[in-house]
């Protein structure tokens, strides 16, 4: 999974905290049948109170994968779309799936999607501190820059493409200082 609260300040990184250790104690429960939407349909009912009283949302993705299978089951509450980059014609798609934020209304529906990976797939899951990073002209890197790079740089070992993906953020914006957090997470299917 991958998440982001709304705010930069001390009250959104204690939320992330009781969302992480929420959502600890529910995948700890979990079991086979436990879907990803279901999780966030519990998450948000559990956080619901503290993120309303905080004037505060959380978007996020949440997967499970079935390695044997090579399936994908995954739900979105308002977090960017991850990219599935497929190996076998470098075709692209984003991970799409209806749902709001955490947060926004109690009892929230999440849609449920699942497909099939292949060996050599990478999917990359990320934040919006990459794809609204700003250079000096005030635009945004975008998720056309960001699907660009990832291209570019998915043949190489996991690591250096994270670090690929940063260093082209960072070379777009210059000097212009980055003003949210970015988390990246890339994974390849064997």
């Not at 993705?61 to 090579?70: G, H, W």
């Not at 599935?84 to 947060?103: C, I, K, P, T």
Request: aromatic content about 6%; overall charge negative; glycine content about 6%.
């Amino acid at each position: 999974m991958i998440a982001d609260v709304s705010g930069h300040s001390v009250g959104a990184a204690l939320l992330m905290t009781e969302v992480r250790s929420t959502l600890r104690v529910e995948a700890g429960k979990a079991t086979a049948v436990t879907s990803p939407a279901e999780i966030l349909r519990e998450l948000n009912d559990l956080l619901y109170e503290d993120l309303t009283r905080s004037e505060s949302f959380i978007t996020m993705f949440y997967m499970k994968l079935d390695a044997e299978r090579r399936r994908l089951v995954f739900a979105n509450a308002g977090h960017n779309h991850p990219i599935l980059l497929r190996a076998r014609d470098g075709e692209a798609s984003l991970l799409d799936a209806e749902g709001l934020v955490l947060g926004a209304i109690p009892n929230a529906v999440f849609e449920e999607r699942t497909l099939d990976l292949a060996s050599g797939d990478l999917l990359l899951l990320y934040t919006d501190g990459v794809t609204e990073a700003r250079n000096l002209a005030g635009e945004f890197f975008g998720a056309e820059r960001l699907l660009a790079a990832f291209r570019k740089h998915s043949r190489v070992a996991l690591e250096r493409v994270i670090k690929a993906l940063l260093e082209e953020t960072r070379e777009f914006c210059g000097d212009q200082p980055l003003t949210d957090d970015i988390a990246l997470v890339v994974a390849r299917v064997r």
